[in-house]
């Protein structure tokens, strides 16, 4: 069995992406780590160069700068780097997304298991959204709880953006993939960088979506979702995290929108039927 890991990558340093430790998390299952790099303003690519890991390939890529719709531009470099996969499986990682070393067996034998089963295209990930600091995540159906990230070579597939797969069952119509549980987490850590990196980044992307730059304020939240985490981080991620106590506040003075209006009453419906509301981006298989 041959695995690539892959992900697309610009101005990862200075948007304060942890995408060293983020590729670090897997290479030991790996056999290439695939990154399209797009035109950098710092030096991202020394730090991918510094890694020291020949299992590593960049390909330099170009944006398209005209493509304002709906983050396909993200879909067209993440699938750059998957077309250049040479695996039985393709394991996708965004820059800000690790891999607990205590998951990589796991992850491992799911793989295994399901190579030659032609019901599974795809393997789920549960994920934990850390939010404001490193001891703070998120529990509302407002933040996917699973996604795929393993998908299998040999699927027709593409990317609208870069956060799912639609699978091309013809030419003309696409679906989300057949998944299966991995049992491994998923440590998603975007939220976790300091406001000034992330506002930084919206400026750079917004455009991408045709919207306008907001402001983003960490404390603009519903403290209700916000939730300890007692688990332990990924060691290759530890110094990375920046140091925090306790649980992240949001402002006291926070009027929730609609859609954390809605959330809210879905989390109640969750809790009183037992139901998980998020959204998917994959058709489980039992």
């Known amino acids: 069995m041959r695995v690539s890991g892959f992900t697309f990558l610009r101005n990862g340093q200075i948007l304060g992406y942890p995408f060293a430790e983020s590729i670090k998390s897997i290479l030991p299952i790996v056999d290439e780590f695939i990154v399209a790099l797009g035109p950098c303003e710092d030096e991202t690519e020394k730090m991918l160069r510094n890694i020291g890991d020949k299992k590593i390939r960049i390909i330099h890529t170009q944006w398209n700068e005209t493509m304002r719709d709906r983050g396909y531009v993200y879909g067209q470099q993440k699938m750059i780097a998957q077309f250049n996969c040479t695996g039985d499986w393709a394991f996708y990682l965004e820059a800000d997304e690790v891999v607990h070393e205590d998951d ?132 290759v991620v530890q110094e990375w995290l920046p140091k925090a106590e306790g649980l992240f506040q949001a402002d006291l003075n926070h009027t929730l929108t609609k859609r954390e209006k809605k959330h809210r009453l879905m989390k109640k419906l969750e809790d009183l039927f037992g139901l998980e509301l998020s959204k998917k981006h994959y058709r489980l298989v039992k």
Do not use: T
């Not at 298991?113 to 001891?135: M, P, S, T």
């Open 104 to 235: 990589l067996q796991k992850i491992v034998d799911a793989m295994k298991r399901y190579k030659d089963d032609k019901r599974v295209e795809a393997l789920l990930f549960d994920y934990i959204h850390f939010y404001g600091n490193k001891n703070s995540y998120l529990d509302s159906p407002g933040w996917y709880r699973r996604a795929p990230r393993i998908i299998k070579n040999s699927v027709r597939s593409y990317a609208p953006d870069g956060l799912f797969w639609l699978v091309l069952e013809s030419n003309k119509i696409g679906r989300y993939p057949y998944a299966a549980l991995s049992g491994a987490k998923m440590y998603h850590y975007g939220w976790v960088r300091s406001e000034e990196q992330m506002n930084l980044k919206s400026k750079k992307v917004q455009k991408y979506w045709n919207k306008s730059y907001a402001p983003i304020d960490y404390s603009n939240i519903d403290q209700s979702i916000i939730k300890e985490f007692k688990g332990s981080h990924p060691k």
